[in-house]
C-alpha cells in the first residue's frame, strides 16, 4: 500500500542520516574550531585513501568550516594522516578544558549581566543532572518484576510479561458487564455507538426498552443534543496541510511513538518540505475524514510503569499506550476540535476544570475553599465526598463516548476512526526486559477491549465529554449545592468540584437553614 511505501521510505531515509549526539562538551570557538580541522583533515586523509567519496561543494564547504586555507595536493597520504594526528591532539586538549574554555568565550562574547546569567543557567542544569542521578530519576520506571493477580511474584521474562498481559486483558475489560455492554443497549447501539438508535437519542426522540438500566436511560435522556449545536456543527472535518504543520511544531522530538519505527523527529522533519508536508497531511486526512483505519495503527505498545517505589502488584502499575505519531496526531487533533467548539456554545459543565484552557487545579483548590468559608460564614450544613474515578479512562465504553462527543458537535468519522482502532488494535507490552513477542485484542470473536486508554490525545477530552454528561444528570436529580454569590452577587449552583478523575462532591440542603441530618437524608 501507499502507506507501506511511505513507510519504509521514512525509516530507509532515517538510517541513512548522521546521528548527533552533542552536549558532552560545552561549546565555545576553540573546542568548535579543533573539531571542525580534526573532521576536515580526516576526510582529507579517508579521501586520499580512497575510503570516502564527497561532492566537491560538501569538501569546499568542509573546508571553509575548519578554516583551512592551505592546499592539499601537495601533501601526501602520510602528511595528511600526520595533521590528523595533530588535529586529533589539538582537540583533546581543548576538549579537556572544555569548562574553562566555554567562560572564556562567554568573557569575550557576552556583557557581564547576560554572562552570569547563562552561566548560572549552565550551572543549575548540570547540579539537576546530578540530583537526578543520586535520586535515580534518570531511570525509565520499566518494571523487571511484578505480582501477579494471584500473589506470585514474577522476575523473569516470560513470567513478567505473561502477568502484565493477563492485567492488562482485565483492565481493559473491567466494563464488560456493565449495562452499556450488555443488552437491550447492546442491542439498539453495538460496540461502536454508530447507529440510527444514536442519532434518535441525539434528536431526542429515543425510546429506551422497558428492560434498560434506569440510570442508563436517565443518561441517555441527557445525551440529547443541546439547543445551541446545529445538526451539521461547524467542528473542522479535514485535515489541512497548515493544521498538519502547526501540529507538528508543537510536538516534541523525543516523544515516544509506536512499533513501525516513524518516530516525532521524522514527521518534523517532513513538516518543514512543502511536498512532504502535504503528503503527511493527506494521508491524515483520509482517515480523520472518512473514518479509515491505517493497519500499522492496529498495533500498540503497552509500556508499563511503576505507579509507586516498592509496589510491583500488576492492578496497581501504568500502563501508558504508544501509538504511531500521526495516529496521535489525529487523535490530538480531534480533541482540540471538539474543545474549541464545546467551549465556543459553553457545553462544558463549569464544573470541570481539568483539560481546559484558563483552568488550572489551584483555582479549582481556591474555590473550594472560598465555598467552604462562605458555608462556616453563614453557618450552612453541607456535605463534601472526595472522590476518585479509578482507571476512567480505562473504563469508558466506546458507545457511551461516541454519544457523548457526537453531542458536543463532533463529526462521526474521526471517532470511528479511532474507536476501530482500539477495538481492532493488537497489543504488545514494553518492559524492562524489552518489547514483548506475545500479545492480545485483535480478536473479533472477543467483545472488544474497551477503554480509551492512557497514552491516547483524546482519551482526556472523551472523559471530559462523559463527565459534563453526569454532572448536568446531578444537577436535575436536585444535587449540588445552591448559594448566594459574596462578591458578584449572584446565585450559583454547584454540584462539584473535578478535575479530570479527582473531584469533591457537594451535597447542601434545601433550605438556608437545613441541619446536617436533612442534608444527609436527601442523599
Known amino acids: 500500500s ?139 520506571g520499566a518494571v523487571s518484576e511484578v505480582i ?86 461547524p467542528c473542522p472535518k479535514v485535515v489541512t496541510t497548515e493544521d498538519h504543520r502547526l501540529g507538528w511544531k508543537k510536538a516534541k522530538e523525543r516523544t515516544q511513538a509506536g512499533m513501525s519505527g516513524l518516530d516525532f523527529s521524522m514527521f518534523k522533519a517532513n513538516a518543514l518540505d512543502p511536498q512532504l508536508c502535504a503528503l503527511d497531511a493527506s494521508s491524515r486526512n483520509i482517515a480523520y475524514s472518512t473514518g479509515f483505519v491505517y493497519g500499522r495503527w492496529k498495533h500498540g505498545l503497552n509500556a508499563m510503569l511503576i505507579k509507586k517505589a516498592g509496589n510491583f502488584w500488576v492492578n496497581k502499575l501504568r500502563t501508558i499506550l504508544l501509538l504511531e505519531a500521526d495516529q496521535n496526531m489525529n487523535y490530538k487533533k480531534l480533541s482540540r476540535d471538539v474543545m474549541w467548539f464545546a467551549e465556543l456554545v459553553d457545553l462544558i459543565a463549569p464544573e470541570n476544570y481539568g483539560g481546559r484552557k484558563d483552568h488550572r487545579s489551584v483555582e479549582l483548590s481556591l474555590n473550594l475553599r472560598l465555598t ?17 474515578a479509578q482507571g476512567c479512562f480505562d473504563r469508558i465504553v466506546h458507545a457511551i463516548a461516541f454519544l457523548c462527543l457526537k453531542r458536543l458537535g463532533l463529526p462521526s468519522a474521526p471517532i470511528q476512526s479511532m474507536i476501530t482502532a482500539i477495538q481492532t488494535m493488537t497489543h504488545y507490552v514494553r518492559t524492562a526486559f524489552g518489547d514483548s513477542a506475545d500479545s492480545y485484542g485483535g480478536n473479533d470473536t472477543l467483545p472488544p477491549l474497551m477503554g480509551l486508554l492512557q497514552g491516547n490525545g483524546a482519551a482526556g477530552t472523551g472523559w471530559q465529554a462523559i463527565s459534563s454528561v453526569l454532572v448536568e444528570m446531578l444537577k436535575t436529580a436536585g444535587f449540588g449545592l445552591e448559594l448566594w454569590s459574596a462578591i458578584s452577587q449572584e446565585a450559583i449552583k454547584l454540584a462539584c468540584f473535578q478535575f479530570v478523575d479527582d473531584g469533591t462532591l457537594i451535597q447542601g440542603g434545601p433550605r438556608p437553614d437545613s441541619t446536617g441530618e436533612e442534608v444527609y437524608a436527601g442523599m
Not at 17 to 44: E, M, P
Not at 90 to 105: M, S
Not at 202 to 221: C, I, N, R, S, W
Not at 381 to 386: D, N, Q
Request: contains cysteine.
Open 372 to 388: 467552604n468559608d462562605l458555608l462556616r460564614l453563614k453557618r450552612r450544613a453541607a456535605i463534601l465526598a472526595s472522590t476518585d
Open 148 to 233: 501477579d493477580s494471584t500473589g506470585k511474584r514474577c522476575t523473569g521474562k516470560d513470567d513478567v510479561e505473561r502477568a502484565t498481559i493477563d492485567g492488562n486483558k482485565d483492565k481493559y475489560c473491567q466494563s464488560t458487564a456493565t449495562p452499556p455492554m450488555t443488552d437491550p443497549f447492546l442491542s439498539d447501539f453495538g460496540y461502536t455507538g454508530d447507529t440510527a438508535a444514536a442519532d434518535e437519542v441525539l434528536q431526542g426522540t429515543y425510546v429506551p426498552d422497558p428492560a434498560m438500566d434506569p440510570h442508563l436511560k436517565d443518561f441517555l435522556q441527557h445525551c440529547k443534543r443541546p439547543p445551541g449545536v446545529p445538526v451539521d456543527p
Open 2 to 140: 501507499i502507506d507501506n511505501l511511505k513507510t519504509r521510505s521514512m525509516l530507509t531515509a532515517a538510517n541513512r542520516c548522521r546521528h548527533i549526539r552533542a552536549g558532552q562538551v560545552d561549546y565555545s570557538d576553540k573546542t568548535s574550531n579543533a573539531g571542525q580541522a580534526l573532521r576536515f583533515w580526516r576526510a582529507a586523509a579517508s579521501r586520499r585513501a580512497g575510503y570516502l567519496k564527497m561532492h566537491p561543494m560538501k569538501w569546499t564547504q568542509l573546508k571553509q568550516d575548519a578554516g583551512i586555507t592551505i592546499s592539499t595536493r601537495p601533501l601526501s597520504l602520510e602528511d595528511l594522516w600526520m595533521k590528523v594526528k595533530a588535529a586529533r591532539k589539538k582537540y583533546l586538549e581543548h576538549k579537556k578544558n572544555h569548562r574553562q574554555c566555554r567562560l572564556d568565550y562567554l568573557k569575550e562574547k557576552f556583557p557581564e549581566k547576560d554572562r552570569l546569567r547563562i552561566i548560572r543557567i549552565e550551572a543549575q542544569r548540570r547540579q539537576g543532572l546530578v540530583v537526578r542521578s543520586i535520586n535515580g530519576k534518570l531511570k525509565t
